[in-house]
């Protein structure tokens, strides 16, 4: 049974020119070929789309050139999130008024705060936003992991909806659907777990 973000989300990269500046046209023909060839849902400025290496302008005309190629935000999910909670709140901000149907919200990388810092840094974004919210735990590349009793407070809130999953730890996410009673989303972040 898909999910509420459909089958495959496709973490989209983001084009430039020679020069080095945002190519929106690419950008549009770009989700465009991947939405006709079986893609539900758009990831766009995830670490894929070089976010962190994005200004919030550069982000906010991406988003915005992506919902405009799509047709429908509701197949747009915006990566916002940083290891700033302020930053992450002003994007999020910025990706609502792009039109962005969801959000993907990555650990954050770099700093490796305790679990009740997690908690504290999503629901504050969560907060700022009546969009529905995807965790990524993906420790090899934030050097924290989202660990399960943290993903159960966070799956109380109404609009963390989701994990993309990277830890690649069975037992974890199999305790993670048992305690939420299936209803808190599992999504695979490696291809080679994504049947178990």
Known sequence: ???????????????FTREGALDLDGAQRLARHLLDNGTDTLVVSGTT???PTLTG???F?????????AGDGRRVMAGT???STAESVELTELAEKAGVGSLLLVAPYYNKP???GLHLHFKTIAAATGLPCMLY?????TACT?????????AELDNIVAVKDAVGDMAAASRLYRDTGGTFEQYSGDDKNLLP
């Open 146 to 154: 989202i660990e399960v009793p943290t993903l159960l407070r966070l």
């Open 114 to 116: 305790p679990q009740d």
């Open 137 to 141: 735990n993906v420790p090899s590349r």
């Open 57 to 59: 302008d550069e982000r």
């Open 49 to 51: 789309g070089e976010s």
């Open 61 to 69: 005309r991406l988003w915005s050139a992506v919902v405009e190629a």
């Open 81 to 83: 999130s940083t290891y």
């Open 1 to 15: 049974m898909p999910g509420r973000f459909g089958r495959v989300l496709t973490a989209m990269a983001t084009p």
